[in-house]
């Protein structure tokens, strides 16, 4: 069975750091495009970072909110995906979800996380 | 990036009654190679991640109802539910996946009249 799990949120003071972690059970991790799309509290979704697969460089992209900020980042023998949170700001309170896509397969984000909650307050 | 703008933010249907919700896309994401619209839609129950039901704006992802069903393509997009049931009340959006910015329509709420 497909799963994803993400750790890592809690609360944390303005300025300071956090790392999340996505690990994905039940699939060949490597071969797939990971995720990061968050949601705060009471508004909609926005896609905060991808990784590719190795087969596709394994690029990165970031929305234009965190560029600077996060990285994320993944190890395919763990089957994790990371993402990299400095600098944070109030507005970056949200749960966070992970989430896979297949390149090239015209299927998008067909798995996700539970998702992990990051409040960022003083 | 491309903007998508759902219509209504919110409606209320009666049980079995049908639902139409509607999406637009800022810029076509129809691709010209495969003559596909890369377009999908995303149920949400609350306290639950979102869940895909439509990709390439009509294909019906693996278990999902055959009430649901998605059509358009270019720009315009629709998602109906023909018989709205009382686990159909979520919150639904639409995301082009046509360039490598995906983007998230801001969600529609479906509720019972």
């Known amino acids: 069975e497909v799963q994803l799990v993400e750790s890592g949120g809690g609360l944390v003071q303005p300025g300071q750091s956090l790392r999340l972690s996505c690990t994905g059970f039940?699939?060949?991790?490597?071969?797939?495009?990971m995720s990061w799309v968050r949601q705060a509290p009471g508004k909609g979704l926005e896609r905060v970072a991808i990784i590719r697969s190795k087969a596709y460089g394994g690029t990165t992209e970031y929305a234009a909110s965190v560029k600077g900020r996060f990285a994320i980042s993944r190890d395919d023998s763990k089957s994790i995906a990371y993402l990299q949170m400095n600098s944070l700001k109030i507005e970056d309170t949200a749960v966070y979800y992970c989430t896979r896509w297949i390149h090239n397969s015209g299927i998008p984000y067909d798995y996700w996380g539970q998702g992990t909650l990051v409040t960022v307050s003083s | 990036d491309i903007v998508m703008t759902q219509s209504p933010d919110s409606l209320a249907v009666s049980l079995g009654e049908r639902a139409t919700i509607n999406c637009k896309s800022s810029?076509?994401?129809?691709?010209?190679?495969?003559?596909?619209?890369?377009l999908a839609w995303y149920q949400q129950k609350p306290g639950q991640p979102p869940n895909l039901l439509i990709y390439w704006a009509s294909t019906r992802e693996s278990g999902v109802p055959d009430r649901f069903s998605g059509s358009g393509s270019g720009t315009d997009f629709t998602l109906t539910i023909s018989s709205l049931q009382a686990e159909d009340v979520a919150v639904y959006y639409c995301?082009?996946?046509?360039?490598?910015?995906?983007?998230f329509g801001q969600g529609t709420k479906v509720e019972l009249k």
């Open positions: 039940g699939f060949t991790f490597g071969d797939f495009g």
């Open positions: 995301q082009q996946y046509y360039n490598s910015a995906w983007t």
């Open positions: 810029q076509s994401v129809l691709s010209s190679s495969n003559n596909k619209n890369y």
